[in-house]
């Protein structure tokens, strides 16, 4: 085995010592002008020396647990990160790779010894990297709601993951709970929310970080079901209300609740919004039949179309029975901070709940979903527990907000973070330009649709999101499209169904995202379509 060996990669020059003994035998030669020497002789002849104590195939636990080991290959983990992003604009954007592809190459078992991080690296590029559709990728994937995990949250979820704390209850680590009252209460105040929703207001209402929109639709309508609960009333006579264009998380809500669901219709005539009076006459019904409606979910920004349900009348209609109204606004949320769809979120001062996941247009990865309650005390009657272990003095004494109670798990990460950055770094300003910039994106895209006489769009366009049609033909024809854009890997679009009939749905933004991507996903449908005419 070599005991030193030298690197050479573009212009840096870096000598690896593999044994301990040879670093310290180094260490004295640096002390005699060694160091100064080789790096004299690289400068000399253009290259950058540095020095590593991480040789290439070092393996093992010890290795493993070294700080230069995350120092050095954090450092190339960041690059790869960078080169990747980069990278994957121009990549066909929908994996490629058979089911059970990674089984089939990588081992049947974990490995004995560790293994170096360069064989961990390149296992990255030659298998990891086949099996991914490229969320990333701003100018070909217009598919479900565009995401993007800006840089600056990125960092912010590493950070998380480094100092690791399990911010459960305050004193679990004070900063993480407090961080997340100050940059939710940021976020409401940026979504012109109503002040009931802030941790700084008088009243009993606040934020709180959940792992996504499904999870917060549990917890509220679990809240919800709790408060009927004390009213005797037994959860399998309980019902939820939803419509037809409510994200399944609210069912599925239900599901795990044992409780039911009502699906009110919407139509292509009301813009597949959900009708106060359909949602009344379901509820009065239900309520003759003996059952006991206990919440409604409606939703700012469906997932289909984009539509917005009416939140005053619906509020209206819910209280009479004192219903609660929980609001999803998942990826509709965000669009709050735009004064042109302010009077879409009129009567938010009515309802119990709203969730907007920062995951979504809010520039954060996954996974953090913003819950905003009007009144924290039904979730804490529903979630409460106070085991002898986690009794501290500054829980009981009543003056901290312990978020383990807002929540299902015990545990919780440090999530804040990556918002906070996110907030801080781009500024109101900047968040507003990204979310403006997604709405004329898709503004763009519809005026290329429109003039394209073998499309037509479906239903006016809203958000970021455009649906339309290949115009004068059948289902299976939208299909035929769907599956030829596919199979370029030059955009990633996929298709929804309203009013039965198969719609193609690109969504828009993204920060990178320009009129040249938007211009190219329409190229490719357009070039598909006359191919396959
Ligand atoms: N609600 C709406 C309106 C959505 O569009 C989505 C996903 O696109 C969800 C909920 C699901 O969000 P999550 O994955 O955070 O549960």
Same mark, same amino acid.
């Not at 790096?39 to 104590?53: E, P």
């Not at 969320?135 to 840089?151: G, L, T």
């Not at 009502?262 to 379901?282: C, G, H, P, W, Y």
């Not at 509709?332 to 907007?356: I, M, N, P, Q, T």
């Given at each position: 085995?070599?005991?030193?060996?030298?690197?050479?990669?573009?212009?840096?020059?870096?000598?690896?010592? %593999?044994?301990?003994?040879?670093?310290?035998?180094?260490?004295?030669?640096?002390?005699?002008?060694?160091?100064?020497?080789?790096?004299?002789?690289?400068?000399?002849?253009?290259?950058?020396?540095?020095?590593?104590?991480?040789?290439?195939?070092?393996?093992?636990?010890?290795?493993?647990?070294?700080?230069?080991? @995350?120092? &050095?290959?954090?450092?190339?983990?960041?690059? /790869?990160?960078? $080169?990747?992003?980069?990278? #994957?604009?121009? +990549?066909?954007? +929908?994996?490629?790779?058979? =089911?059970?592809?990674?089984?089939?190459?990588?081992?049947?078992?974990?490995?004995?010894?560790?293994?170096?991080?360069?064989? +961990?690296?390149?296992?990255?590029?030659?298998?990891?990297?086949?099996?991914?559709?490229?969320?990333?990728?701003?100018?070909?994937?217009?598919?479900?709601?565009?995401? %993007?995990?800006?840089? =600056?949250?990125?960092?912010?979820?590493?950070?998380?993951?480094?100092?690791?704390?399990?911010?459960?209850? !305050?004193?679990?680590? =004070?900063?993480?709970?407090?961080?997340?009252?100050?940059?939710? $209460?940021?976020?409401?105040?940026?979504?012109?929310?109503?002040?009931?929703?802030?941790?700084?207001?008088? *009243?009993?209402?606040?934020?709180?970080?959940?792992?996504?929109?499904?999870?917060?639709?549990?917890?509220?309508?679990?809240?919800?079901?709790?408060?009927?609960?004390?009213?005797?009333?037994?959860?399998?006579?309980?019902?939820?209300?939803?419509?037809?264009?409510?994200?399944?998380?609210?069912?599925?809500?239900?599901?795990?609740?044992?409780?039911?669901?009502?699906?009110?219709?919407?139509?292509?005539?009301?813009?597949?919004?959900?009708?106060?009076? &359909?949602?009344?006459?379901?509820?009065?019904?239900?309520?003759?039949?003996?059952?006991? =409606?206990?919440?409604?979910?409606?939703?700012?920004?469906?997932?289909?179309?984009?539509?917005? $349900?009416?939140?005053?009348?619906?509020?209206?209609? #819910?209280?009479?029975?004192?219903? !609660?109204?929980?609001?999803?606004?998942?990826?509709?949320?965000?669009?709050?901070?735009?004064?042109?769809?302010?009077?879409? @979120?009129?009567?938010?001062?009515?309802?119990?709940? @709203? #969730?907007?996941?920062?995951?979504?247009?809010?520039?954060?990865?996954? &996974?953090?979903?913003?819950?905003?309650?009007?009144?924290?005390?039904?979730?804490?009657?529903?979630?409460?527990?106070?085991?002898?272990?986690?009794?501290?003095? %500054?829980?009981?004494?009543?003056?901290?907000?312990?978020?383990?109670? /807002?929540?299902?798990?015990?545990?919780?990460?440090?999530?804040?973070?990556?918002?906070?950055?996110?907030?801080?770094?781009?500024?109101?300003?900047?968040?507003?330009?990204?979310?403006?910039?997604?709405?004329?994106?898709?503004?763009?895209?519809?005026?290329?649709?429109?003039?394209?006489?073998?499309?037509?769009?479906?239903?006016?366009?809203?958000?970021?999101?455009?649906?339309?049609? !290949?115009?004068?033909?059948?289902?299976?024809?939208?299909?035929?499209?769907?599956?030829?854009?596919?199979?370029? *890997?030059?955009?990633?679009?996929? %298709?929804?169904?309203?009013?039965?009939?198969?719609?193609?749905?690109?969504?828009?933004?993204?920060?990178?995202?320009?009129?040249?991507?938007?211009?190219?996903?329409?190229?490719?449908?357009?070039?598909?379509?006359?191919?396959?005419?």
């Amino acid at each position: 085995m070599s005991l030193l060996s030298i690197n050479k990669s573009g212009n840096v020059i870096t000598l690896i010592f %593999h044994n301990p003994a040879v670093l310290a035998a180094v260490g004295g030669l640096t002390l005699c002008g060694f160091h100064s020497v080789v790096r004299s002789l690289a400068n000399s002849v253009g290259l950058t020396f540095k020095k590593s104590r991480i040789g290439a195939n070092e393996k093992g636990w010890a290795s493993a647990t070294r700080p230069e080991d @995350f120092r &050095d290959w954090g450092g190339a983990l960041l690059k /790869w990160i960078t $080169d990747y992003r980069e990278n #994957c604009r121009d +990549i066909h954007v +929908i994996s490629r790779v058979e =089911p059970n592809y990674l089984q089939k190459g990588l081992p049947t078992s974990a490995p004995t010894v560790g293994e170096g991080w360069q064989s +961990i690296m390149s296992d990255l590029d030659s298998k990891i990297l086949p099996g991914l559709t490229h969320w990333e990728a701003s100018n070909r994937f217009f598919a479900y709601f565009k995401p %993007h995990a800006s840089y =600056p949250a990125v960092l912010g979820e590493m950070l998380c993951a480094g100092l690791n704390v399990m911010g459960f209850d !305050w004193i679990a680590s =004070p900063a993480c709970t407090e961080l997340e009252v100050v940059t939710l $209460d940021w976020l409401g105040q940026f979504l012109n929310l109503p002040d009931k929703f802030l941790g700084s207001s008088e *009243g009993p209402g606040g934020g709180v970080i959940q792992g996504s929109a499904g999870e917060s639709a549990t917890v509220v309508l679990l809240a919800a079901a709790v408060r009927k609960q004390k009213a005797q009333s037994e959860r399998t006579k309980m019902v939820v209300y939803v419509s037809d264009q409510t994200h399944a998380i609210a069912q599925k809500a239900t599901m795990i609740l044992g409780i039911r669901c009502r699906v009110v219709k919407t139509s292509i005539e009301n813009r597949f919004e959900m009708q106060a009076a &359909d949602l009344e006459a379901a509820i009065e019904e239900d309520v003759k039949n003996g059952l006991c =409606p206990i919440a409604a979910v409606a939703t700012t920004g469906t997932t289909s179309s984009c539509a917005f $349900d009416p939140l005053v009348p619906i509020a209206a209609v #819910c209280k009479k029975r004192d219903l !609660w109204v929980h609001v999803d606004a998942a990826y509709g949320g965000a669009y709050a901070c735009l004064d042109k769809y302010r009077e879409k @979120f009129e009567g938010l001062e009515e309802v119990d709940s @709203f #969730c907007v996941n920062c995951h979504k247009k809010l520039l954060c990865p996954f &996974d953090i979903a913003a819950l905003y309650v009007a009144n924290r005390r039904p979730i804490l009657d529903a979630l409460s527990l106070q085991p002898e272990y986690l009794r501290n003095a %500054h829980s009981e004494s009543g003056a901290v907000v312990d978020f383990e109670h /807002w929540q299902m798990p015990l545990g919780r990460r440090f999530r804040s973070l990556k918002l906070w950055f996110v907030m801080r770094r781009f500024g109101t300003e900047g968040l507003r330009f990204h979310v403006q910039n997604g709405c004329d994106l898709a503004d763009y895209f519809a005026d290329l649709v429109e003039k394209d006489e073998e499309l037509e769009i479906s239903v006016p366009v809203s958000l970021s999101l455009v649906c339309f049609r !290949w115009k004068g033909r059948g289902e299976e024809d939208q299909q035929r499209l769907l599956d030829a854009v596919k199979a370029t *890997g030059e955009a990633f679009v996929i %298709h929804t169904k309203l009013d039965g009939r198969i719609v193609i749905r690109v969504a828009c933004g993204g920060v990178e995202q320009t009129k040249e991507d938007v211009l190219g996903c329409y190229n490719v449908i357009s070039r598909e379509l006359r191919r396959i005419k």
